[in-house]
């Protein structure tokens, strides 16, 4: 039965089910790229912004997209090639993807890759799957708009000074706190059950980007500034190879 | 389409000014961000309904939503987070959040792809539309390489799996840690004083105040209190310096 189900999970017409999805995705950074584009002259940006900003998403994005490309193998196997592109492209992450699938299945009375794994299962997890996803649009739907106005609103307003720091203090509050909460394993504790591993990924990745890039002030290296974000990341990440 | 959401053709757009340009931008976003989600919610029902009532494997409801409500109370918080909502959009500006909310992975892939952008770049006003024009190019270029690397790993299969050694597969893991420190000391480097604070504030809700208040609002409330800390301080800075300035000029 599960044969009959993974031959279903990877049919053609299944392809056909998912790819429009995938496709909004890139459809939708194009318009977003063509928007940001349209007013280029009048918001000041250069071509050397775009070239540096898109360097910096990509360079950002390389390891924990090789990441997610680990665990989605793990599903392909249990659900099929389609539904797993097209469930990891869009919304959530994919380890809420690999629970709700696991969900699915076990409340239509089987498990994920069980011999009994019939197509009903299957079709379970692609009801579930997608019904979360639908769940997790709806704030984004509605709020954007009101929040972004309002924001927009009280940058026009406020002194230049008040802004500059408002923006530095957002980004800095927000991956201050995910930075630490990674000491103890991001369980929203700090000093009790430290984790070495992360602990020494995060220091170094710190300051191996502050040496990088202080260097790069100083001595004026192009290159070396653009690419400090790519070294310290590997930097950290390999260290811990050497903490047991 | 596009002419009923701006209808200023493409011609006139360069003799827009810095003011209008941002209006009708922002309109735009907010136009197509909707749309795109709605068709992102649409298109999530078609392999559901085909299979389920056209191929006529449909599983009868209470699987569906007994698998629903077990997905709801693990990830239900996330589904009227509110808090994240507002700090994405604080941190990432309306386009880049609505490409997050489609394909996900806000906080590991989007959240820095944004940052790093931003990071990279003279972003001009705080909260201005070259800022979110520049993190929404970060999170383009960020979803292009995500979906693509996705396309690539169902196409190649299981095949690559054992390309990669172990080893490697465990360094993976510890990419993100790394590349949160990396961005907060590209901040950090802006402003030293405003890391102190984000560093102490950090500290304080994961330390004192991590069993008083719920997890899904310490994020938002380190970025507020952060936030307000740090324009009281620069204000209080400024007061200071004009202050000292004026007496200077008395004497």
Same mark, same amino acid.
């Given at each position: 039965?599960?044969?009959?189900?993974?031959?279903?999970?990877?049919?053609?017409?299944?392809?056909?089910?998912?790819?429009?999805?995938?496709?909004?995705?890139?459809?939708?950074?194009?318009?977003?790229?063509?928007?940001?584009?349209?007013?280029?002259?009048?918001?000041?940006?250069?071509?050397?912004?775009?070239?540096?900003?898109?360097?910096?998403?990509?360079?950002?994005?390389?390891?924990?997209?090789?990441?997610?490309?680990?665990?989605?193998?793990?599903?392909?196997?249990?659900?099929?090639?389609?539904?797993?592109?097209?469930?990891?492209?869009?919304?959530?992450?994919?380890?809420?993807?690999?629970?709700?699938?696991?969900?699915?299945?076990?409340?239509?009375?089987?498990?994920?890759?069980?011999?009994?794994?019939?197509?009903?299962?299957?079709?379970?997890?692609?009801?579930?799957?997608?019904?979360?996803?639908?769940?997790?649009?709806?704030?984004?739907?509605?709020?954007?708009?009101?929040?972004?106005?309002?924001?927009?609103?009280?940058?026009?307003?406020?002194?230049?000074?008040?802004?500059?720091?408002?923006?530095?203090?957002?980004?800095?509050?927000?991956?201050?706190?995910?930075?630490?909460?990674?000491?103890?394993?991001?369980?929203?504790?700090?000093?009790?059950?430290?984790?070495?591993?992360?602990?020494?990924?995060?220091?170094?990745?710190?300051?191996?980007?502050?040496?990088?890039?202080?260097?790069?002030?100083?001595?004026?290296?192009?290159?070396?500034?653009?690419?400090?974000?790519?070294?310290?990341?590997?930097?950290?990440?390999?260290?811990?190879?050497?903490?047991? | 389409?596009?002419?009923?959401?701006?209808?200023?053709?493409?011609?006139?757009?360069?003799?827009?000014?810095?003011?209008?340009?941002?209006?009708?931008?922002?309109?735009?976003?907010?136009?197509?961000?909707?749309?795109?989600?709605?068709?992102?919610?649409?298109?999530?029902?078609?392999?559901?309904?085909?299979?389920?009532?056209?191929?006529?494997?449909?599983?009868?409801?209470?699987?569906?939503?007994?698998?629903?409500?077990?997905?709801?109370?693990?990830?239900?918080?996330?589904?009227?987070?509110?808090?994240?909502?507002?700090?994405?959009?604080?941190?990432?500006?309306?386009?880049?959040?609505?490409?997050?909310?489609?394909?996900?992975?806000?906080?590991?892939?989007?959240?820095?792809?944004?940052?790093?952008?931003?990071?990279?770049?003279?972003?001009?006003?705080?909260?201005?539309?070259?800022?979110?024009?520049?993190?929404?190019?970060?999170?383009?270029?960020?979803?292009?390489?995500?979906?693509?690397? +996705? /396309?690539?790993? %169902?196409?190649?299969? $299981?095949? #690559?799996?054992?390309?990669? *050694?172990? &080893?490697? =597969?465990?360094? !993976?893991?510890?990419?993100?840690?790394?590349?949160?420190?990396?961005?907060?000391?590209?901040?950090?480097?802006?402003?030293?004083?405003?890391?102190?604070?984000? +560093? /102490?504030?950090? %500290?304080?809700?994961? $330390?004192? #105040?991590?069993?008083?208040? *719920?997890? &899904?609002? =310490?994020?938002? !409330?380190?970025?507020?209190?952060?936030?307000?800390?740090?324009?009281?301080?620069?204000?209080?800075?400024?007061?200071?310096?004009?202050?000292?300035?004026?007496?200077?000029?008395?004497?």
């Amino acid at each position: 039965m599960l044969e009959e189900t993974m031959k279903i999970a990877n049919s053609l017409e299944m392809w056909l089910c998912c790819a429009p999805l995938v496709l909004l995705v890139f459809v939708q950074a194009w318009i977003f790229w063509r928007l940001g584009m349209k007013y280029k002259t009048e918001f000041r940006i250069s071509s050397a912004d775009v070239s540096s900003s898109m360097r910096a998403g990509i360079i950002s994005t390389l390891g924990p997209a090789l990441s997610i490309f680990v665990v989605g193998l793990g599903l392909i196997t249990s659900i099929g090639g389609p539904l797993t592109l097209s469930r990891l492209s869009v919304v959530g992450n994919s380890m809420y993807e690999s629970f709700s699938a696991q969900f699915a299945a076990q409340a239509a009375g089987t498990a994920l890759g069980a011999p009994d794994f019939s197509p009903q299962a299957f079709t379970a997890c692609i009801f579930a799957m997608n019904l979360g996803g639908i769940a997790m649009l709806v704030l984004p739907l509605i709020f954007i708009r009101p929040v972004s106005m309002a924001t927009t609103k009280a940058a026009q307003r406020g002194n230049s000074l008040v802004l500059r720091v408002l923006g530095i203090s957002a980004a800095l509050g927000s991956f201050g706190y995910t930075s630490l909460n990674y000491f103890g394993g991001s369980k929203n504790t700090l000093f009790t059950e430290l984790q070495p591993k992360y602990i020494v990924s995060v220091l170094l990745g710190a300051t191996s980007m502050a040496c990088f890039t202080i260097l790069a002030k100083k001595k004026n290296i192009k290159w070396l500034r653009e690419w400090a974000l790519a070294f310290a990341i590997l930097i950290g990440a390999i260290a811990t190879v050497f903490v047991g | 389409m596009e002419n009923n959401v701006n209808p200023a053709p493409e011609a006139t757009n360069a003799a827009l000014g810095y003011e209008e340009a941002s209006k009708a931008y922002y309109k735009s976003v907010h136009f197509w961000g909707q749309i795109t989600l709605l068709l992102g919610m649409a298109f999530s029902t078609i392999a559901a309904i085909y299979f389920g009532f056209i191929k006529g494997y449909f599983p009868g409801w209470t699987p569906i939503l007994t698998a629903f409500m077990a997905i709801f109370g693990v990830m239900g918080h996330v589904f009227f987070d509110l808090p994240s909502l507002i700090t994405d959009v604080l941190l990432m500006g309306p386009a880049a959040k609505y490409m997050a909310s489609l394909t996900g992975n806000v906080s590991n892939m989007r959240l820095p792809s944004a940052l790093g952008a931003k990071a990279a770049v003279d972003c001009g006003p705080a909260g201005g539309p070259k800022e979110h024009v520049i993190a929404s190019i970060g999170v383009i270029a960020s979803t292009i390489v995500n979906t693509g690397f +996705l /396309v690539i790993m %169902v196409i190649a299969g $299981t095949y #690559l799996i054992r390309l990669l *050694p172990e &080893s490697i =597969q465990g360094i !993976l893991t510890y990419i993100l840690p790394a590349l949160f420190g990396a961005i907060f000391v590209q901040f950090a480097l802006m402003n030293w004083k405003c890391a102190v604070t984000a +560093l /102490v504030v950090s %500290v304080l809700m994961l $330390t004192v #105040l991590s069993s008083v208040i *719920p997890s &899904s609002y =310490q994020a938002f !409330l380190v970025v507020v209190s952060s936030i307000l800390i740090n324009v009281f301080l620069a204000l209080a800075a400024e007061k200071k310096k004009k202050a000292a300035e004026d007496g200077g000029e008395q004497k």
